[in-house]
Every structure is written in structure tokens, then in C-alpha cells.
């Protein structure tokens, strides 16, 4: 959240009561299904940053799906744990349905005979230790880990005023191929090769 600020409390209109407990639900269920995926840098002893990378988006829904988080998420929602209201909610399922067009939209990118495309789901560096190379050591870490996947592929979405994480991931190889957008505004969709060589 501190990573984040206002763009996660977007979706609760300013108030952050029951957000963490979201993320909580959401982080675990990913940390349970990709371990190997979430990467944390220590800073002075506290948590200086995270990524989190995905090998493959369907194996995650499928987990969160098949284990019955989804089902959790919706029932602690539907008690007012996490005090998000509908709308919200609807936003957050018209954004994830517009990355998923994005998605299919990018395989005239991707030549899949050579593997499918990983996810650079989320990364965040804390604000008292930006600029010190721990965001580009994160997504150089994360990267290595999915190279040894069957990914072929890695894509991510960044916001185009994004200037620091455009530029990290650009250092990073990534390129802009299209763009997709949310209740929030335009998204910059960026791909990179695993196995090195062009994209296609
Ligand atoms: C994006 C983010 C993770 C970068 O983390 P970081 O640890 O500060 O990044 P690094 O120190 O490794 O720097 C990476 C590159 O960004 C550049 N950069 C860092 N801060 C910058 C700034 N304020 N303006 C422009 N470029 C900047 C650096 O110059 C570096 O490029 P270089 O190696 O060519 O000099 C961090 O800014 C952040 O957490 N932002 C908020 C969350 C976010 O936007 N996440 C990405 C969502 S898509």
C-alpha cells in the first residue's frame, strides 16, 4: 500500500479499512500457488520491495479457482470484510477483463510454437528506497526465475507517466507493443523474449 498509494485506494473510494486484509487474502493465495515467484528485498532490516512474477496467468486463476479462494474472497466481500462496495468491484472486473483482451491481442507478438507468456504481476519498491537499484535487482531476479520456467515470453502493464518504471523496465529489455486501458486511464502493455532473439 505504501508502494502503491493512491491507485490501490482508488478502488475504496480513500478509505483503506478491510484494503489490507484484500491483499492479504490475494498475496497469500498467490504466495501458496508461486513461491518462487515472489521475490522481497530486505532494506535495513524491513521490506525494501517486492515483485511478483507469474509463469502462467491460467495456472493462477485455476489455482485460485480449484483451491476455492475465489469463493473465499467473495464471501469475506459479501460480509463487508474488505469494505469494498460493488462498483468497485465491477471496475476491478472490467479492468482485469480488458488485461485479458490485451492478452489475446498480444499473441500476433508471440509466436506460440515457442511458449506461452509469463506475467510481471505486480512490483513495488518502498519510497525511502527508490533510486537505489533495488527495483532493477528485483526484476533482474524475477526475470532469471521465469527464464527457467517453459515461458517464453514476459509481459507487464505500466501506467505511460510511469517515468521510473518505464525506464527500469526498458534497462530490463521490455518493449511497448500496445496499449490497453482501465477505469483509471491508459496502460502501456510491454513484452520482452525469455529465450533472447526477436519477439515473434
Ligand atoms: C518503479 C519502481 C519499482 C522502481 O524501483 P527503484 O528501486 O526506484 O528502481 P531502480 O533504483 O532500480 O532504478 C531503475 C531505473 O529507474 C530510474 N529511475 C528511478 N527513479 C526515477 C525517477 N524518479 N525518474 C526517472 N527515472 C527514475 C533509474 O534511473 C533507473 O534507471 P537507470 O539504471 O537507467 O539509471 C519504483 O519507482 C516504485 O516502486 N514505484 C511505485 C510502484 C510502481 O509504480 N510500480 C510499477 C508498476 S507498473
Given at each position: ?21 484484500a491483499l492479504h ?76 483482451l490485451s492478452q ?34 528485483l526484476l533482474h ?60
Amino acid at each position: 500500500m505504501e508502494g502503491f498509494g493512491q491507485s490501490v485506494l482508488h478502488y475504496v473510494g480513500g478509505a483503506s479499512s478491510g484494503i489490507e486484509r484484500a491483499l492479504h487474502d490475494i498475496f497469500a493465495a498467490i504466495l501458496e500457488h508461486q513461491p518462487q515467484g515472489m521475490l522481497v528485498a530486505e532494506a535495513e532490516g524491513c521490506i525494501g520491495g517486492y515483485v511478483i512474477a507469474i509463469p502462467s496467468m491460467p495456472y493462477l486463476w485455476w489455482h485460485v479457482i480449484s483451491r476455492g479462494h475465489l469463493w473465499q474472497w467473495a464471501k469475506r466481500w459479501l460480509q463487508g470484510d474488505y469494505g469494498i462496495e460493488l462498483g468497485a468491484v465491477l471496475s476491478l472486473a472490467q479492468n482485469k477483463a480488458g488485461f485479458a483482451l490485451s492478452q489475446i491481442r498480444l499473441a500476433r507478438h508471440t509466436n506460440k510454437a515457442r511458449g506461452h507468456t509469463a506475467q510481471i504481476l505486480s512490483i513495488a519498491v518502498h519510497p525511502s528506497y527508490r533510486g537505489q537499484g533495488i527495483g532493477h535487482a528485483l526484476l533482474h531476479k524475477a526475470l532469471g526465475y521465469l527464464a527457467t520456467t517453459s515461458a517464453a515470453f514476459v509481459k507487464l502493464e505500466v501506467r505511460p507517466d510511469n517515468l521510473p518504471a518505464r525506464r527500469l523496465y526498458e534497462d530490463l529489455g521490455f518493449i511497448a507493443v500496445s496499449r490497453t486501458c482501465d477505469s483509471q486511464g491508459p496502460w502501456i502493455v510491454m513484452l520482452k523474449s525469455l529465450r533472447g532473439g526477436p519477439l515473434t
